[in-house]
């Protein structure tokens, strides 16, 4: 709602059904509308539409059609990501593939979606792509996320030399722990506390929390949104190719 509030126009889209090796629910229509309840109470304008980000077609139809409703696209957030666990040495290749297809092409397809349109429009523009803290170390039981989260590192910094001839800002953030259903949930329960067999979140809340030098499980959603807010405003206008964390101190330790 973040940038609702500041003015923007929002083009939302999500797949709003299961994926098989997501371990938790996916948000469903309702969460969507509940998006779009909030972008209009927040003041702001949105166009919403179920689409899965491995679709590139169907997102460049939905990019395309906002762009005529609103007039012009300034600023892509790459936001697509699932979480499941397990060792690579035993993992399937559906896990492996559909992790990679979302995590890493799906981040790519959201961009590819509007870059052509920004570009031609001659107004700049400013993306981030949302990688992870895994993105920029290694994590055990996770190995097929951090892979796909590294490539979304890989994919802002190529982005950011191929863009910036166009004053495009090209970023990648990262952060830690977030308090979604994507963090709390039973897999990553389990991943925490391995030496429990039916570990709850009372179990694992603190579990969560020793990753960190500040003394917080997580991060809330609002605060990875002021994050995006400020790397897309004026303020961060010459912030390009950089890997902005907000980890609560989590790299650093």
């Known amino acids: 709602m973040a940038l609702a509030r500041e003015g923007a126009s929002i083009i939302a889209f999500d797949i709003c059904a299961p994926v098989a090796t997501a371990p938790y629910p996916m948000a469903s229509e309702s969460d969507l509308a509940e998006t779009v309840r909030l972008v209009e109470e927040a003041g702001g304008k949105i166009l919403a539409r179920q689409a899965d980000v491995r679709d590139l077609d169907r997102l460049t139809a939905i990019v395309d059609e906002g762009i005529d409703q609103f007039g012009r696209l300034d600023i892509i957030l790459g936001n697509a990501g699932i979480v499941s666990q397990g060792l690579m ?3 399937t290749a559906a896990q492996w593939g559909e992790m990679i297809d979302i995590n890493l092409t799906g981040v790519f397809n959201t961009v590819r979606a509007g870059m052509k349109q920004m570009i031609s ?6 993306i981030v792509l949302t990688s992870s803290t895994a993105g920029l170390r290694s994590m055990d ?17 190529a ?3 191929e863009l910036g001839q166009h004053n495009i800002r090209v970023n990648s ?5 977030v308090r979604t259903d994507m963090l709390v949930n039973e897999g990553n329960f389990r991943m925490f ?11 694992a809340i603190e579990a969560y929390g020793t990753i960190h030098l500040l003394d917080t499980p997580w991060l809330e959603p609002e605060d990875v949104s002021s ?10 206008r010459f912030i390009t190719g950089s890997q902005f ?5 989590f790299l650093a330790k």
């Open 89 to 91: 040495s035993e993992m």
């Open 121 to 126: 429009a001659g107004n700049g523009g400013a």
């Open 141 to 157: 039981n996770i190995g097929h996320y951090v892979a796909a989260k590294h490539g979304v590192t890989g994919l802002a910094k």
């Open 159 to 161: 982005l950011a030399n």
């Open 173 to 177: 953030l990262h952060p830690s722990n």
């Open 193 to 203: 506390r391995p030496d429990l067999d039916n570990p709850q979140l009372e179990d």
């Open 227 to 236: 994050a995006v807010l400020y790397l897309v405003s004026s303020e961060g």
């Open 245 to 249: 964390t907000i980890d609560a101190g």
